[in-house]
């Protein structure tokens, strides 16, 4: 079992920017790719970046230029660095893990990425929540 902790999440005004941190308690043959999600009340959980132990990384076309995935695996610690934030990013943030499928899918920033179904991920965090004012 891969247990995860997010932290990082907060309120903001718009145009501002948080960093979210999520440390999972190991690796495993269990994890190939972490990625992001979040949901708003009301609203079905959606992907939202994602990134694979090559560096390979996918955005959801709402984060795009906006949003930045990263992995630190010296600190065995994910990132997601959120910029120019706006009233439609608050949600709830979930850290996942597992083994999606890889392909060339539309949200990959090169060629091929990991899947951004939650589906397709075994381990998730408790969730940081970011409200973002007007």
């Known amino acids: 079992q891969v247990h995860l902790v997010e932290s990082g999440g907060g309120s903001v005004q718009a145009g501002g920017s948080l960093r979210l941190s999520c440390a999972p308690s190991k690796y495993t043959a269990s994890v190939a790719s972490m990625g992001w999600f979040r949901q708003a009340p009301g609203q079905e959980r959606e992907g939202v970046a994602t990134i694979d132990i090559a560096g390979s990384t996918g955005y959801a076309d709402s984060v795009k230029g906006r949003f930045t995935i990263s992995q630190d695996n010296a600190k065995n610690t994910l990132y997601l660095q959120m910029n120019s934030l706006k009233p439609e990013d608050t949600a709830m943030y979930y850290c996942?893990?597992?083994?999606?499928?890889?392909?060339?899918?539309?949200?990959?920033?090169?060629?091929?990425?990991?899947?951004?179904?939650?589906?397709?991920?075994?381990?998730w965090g408790q969730g940081t929540q970011v409200t973002v004012s007007s």
């Open positions: 996942a893990a597992g083994r999606p499928a890889t392909g060339t899918f539309t949200h990959c920033s090169g060629v091929y990425c990991p899947s951004l179904s939650e589906y397709d991920y075994n381990f």
